[in-house]
């Protein structure tokens, strides 16, 4: 027979896993009949965990809103989730400016678990490589992240100190339309009303983000993520290149993503106008032999060049045998 506290705790386990739960669901759950549970309700309160009735038909118990993070109750699947989401958030750049926050939070976590668990778990992030680097460091501050996040939910204005990539400091107003992650990095994109125009900005070279008075409205239909992408395929760089491939969206996509090139249909049934922006040419050869799609360059002529050397170069290497 389980013992009166780990009742408690397993009925603080469930509770915790969201919405209200009835006397009659948490009776049979436990193991016990409805006074019982009225009991150990009121054992969790006395530790401060702020749980609260809720009457009515459909009524029942659930936690409340309170100054104290009630104890964290993990099973198994639910730990083992948690640290490969630490790590890989870890990984990925998407943590917050506190570099440590995700380590320390791995390191709580494990501190606690049960010896059994934790070695199984030590096991599976021992054992686990990545065939990606670790993301960079260049990671927002929690306070700007929580900011922009609040302000998008909610449609306020805000103001920010911003640095661009060239060193040139500004203070600027920002109706924040969303918050984007993309290759490691997080992005917020929106409208500055000053210009009339959508920008988009590192959260990572936001140095300060505060509320201002007032709220907006965004374009209906607006997609942070395509706008995000979108803006990487048409920014300014040194090649503007334009081509015409003979394929489908999904064949050239798949070399060719939306944060690298942009698509539109010239008109010429089966052929599709692809431009791309790039600071460098000698990557492009190789991706578009790797398409494997009848293409025309329209410009420029360096590329046509390069593309040529490839070629040779392939040739090349397919006629010499082994000695």
């Given amino acids: 027979m389980a013992r009166p506290t780990h009742r408690v705790l397993t009925l603080l386990e469930l509770l915790q896993s969201g919405g209200t739960?009835?006397?009659?669901?948490?009776?049979?759950r436990l193991g016990v009949d409805e006074r019982t549970v009225r009991r150990y309700v009121d054992h969790l309160i006395d530790l401060d965990v702020p749980v609260e009735s809720v009457r009515g038909r459909y009524g029942g118990y659930r936690l409340a809103p309170g100054y104290r993070m009630p104890p964290l109750m993990l099973s198994d699947d639910e730990a083992l989730a948690v640290l490969l989401g630490l790590v890989a958030g870890r990984r990925a750049g998407l943590t917050t400016a506190a570099g440590t926050a995700s380590e320390t939070a791995a390191a709580k976590i494990r501190r606690v678990l049960p010896e059994r668990l934790a070695r199984r778990l030590d096991t599976v992030l021992e054992s686990l490589a990545f065939t990606a680097p670790p993301g960079e460091s260049a990671v927002p501050e929690t306070a700007v992240l929580l900011c922009v996040a609040d302000a998008v939910r909610h449609h306020r204005p805000i103001s920010i100190r911003y640095t661009a990539a060239d060193g040139r400091r500004s203070e600027r107003t920002?109706?924040?339309?969303?918050?984007?992650?993309?290759?490691?990095?997080?992005?917020v994109t929106g409208a500055d009303p000053?210009?009339?125009?959508?920008?988009?900005?590192?959260?990572?070279?936001?140095?300060?983000?505060?509320?201002?008075?007032?709220?907006?409205?965004?374009?209906?239909?607006?997609?942070?993520?395509?706008?995000?992408?979108?803006?990487?395929?048409?920014?300014?760089?040194?090649?503007?290149?334009?081509?015409?491939?003979?394929?489908?969206?999904e064949q050239i996509r798949a070399r060719l993503p939306a944060a690298v090139a942009?698509?539109?249909?010239?008109?010429?049934?089966?052929?599709?106008?692809?431009?791309?922006?790039?600071e460098r040419l000698d990557w492009?050869?190789?991706?578009?032999?790797?398409?494997?799609r009848p293409?025309?360059?329209?410009?420029?002529?360096?590329?046509?060049?390069?593309?040529?050397?490839?070629?040779?170069?392939?040739?090349?290497?397919?006629?010499?045998t082994a000695e």
């Fill in 21 to 28: 739960r009835t006397m009659a669901e948490l009776a049979d």
């Fill in 174 to 187: 920002l109706h924040p339309y969303g918050l984007v992650a993309h290759s490691g990095r997080w992005y």
């Fill in 194 to 249: 000053e210009i009339g125009e959508d920008r988009t900005f590192r959260l990572d070279r936001i140095a300060d983000a505060r509320t201002l008075p007032g709220s907006f409205e965004p374009p209906a239909g607006f997609d942070p993520a395509q706008h995000v992408l979108a803006g990487f395929a048409t920014a300014r760089y040194r090649y503007d290149v334009v081509l015409r491939i003979q394929g489908t969206v």
């Fill in 262 to 278: 942009t698509l539109a249909d010239p008109g010429d049934e089966g052929w599709l106008r692809v431009e791309v922006r790039a």
């Fill in 284 to 292: 492009l050869p190789p991706v578009l032999a790797s398409l494997d």
């Fill in 295 to 320: 293409f025309v360059i329209e410009r420029p002529d360096e590329l046509r060049d390069r593309v040529a050397a490839l070629a040779d170069r392939l040739a090349a290497s397919a006629r010499r």
